[in-house]
């Protein structure tokens, strides 16, 4: 069973960018047919797909946040990253990292806020 862990800054402040890290642990992030992905829920709302880094490489982003989003790998250090562009308080959130066998991470509250 995976294991995933989301780390980065609890903080972001307006137009900056927000950049998160995804560590996997008991599996590869290589691993075939592994889609890892990153979900956000804003106060108060439901979930929100933001995008995927497939077990090849491929990306695959939300239309609604495809012009503001890179997700990226490393595959020495076994970890996936997200960055979101140009945030705004609207893009306060918990992120959470998961793969589509149904493994989550514990999630990390960012706040957007000068």
């Known amino acids: 069973q995976v294991q995933l862990q989301e780390s980065g800054p609890g903080l972001v402040k307006p137009s900056q960018t927000l950049s998160l890290t995804c560590t996997v642990s008991?599996?590869?992030?290589?691993?075939?047919?592994?889609?890892w992905s990153w979900i956000r829920q804003p106060p108060g709302k439901g979930l929100e797909w933001i995008g995927y880094?497939?077990?090849?490489?491929?990306?695959y982003y939300s239309p609604s946040l495809k012009s503001r989003t890179t997700i990226s790998r490393d595959t020495s250090k076994n970890h996936v990253t997200l960055q979101l562009s140009s945030v705004t308080p609207e893009d306060t959130a918990v992120y959470y990292c998961?793969?589509?066998?149904?493994?989550w991470g514990q999630g990390t509250q960012v706040t957007v806020s000068s």
């Open positions: 880094s497939s077990y090849s490489g491929n990306s």
């Open positions: 008991g599996g590869s992030i290589t691993t075939n047919n592994f889609y």
């Open positions: 998961a793969t589509n066998y149904g493994s």
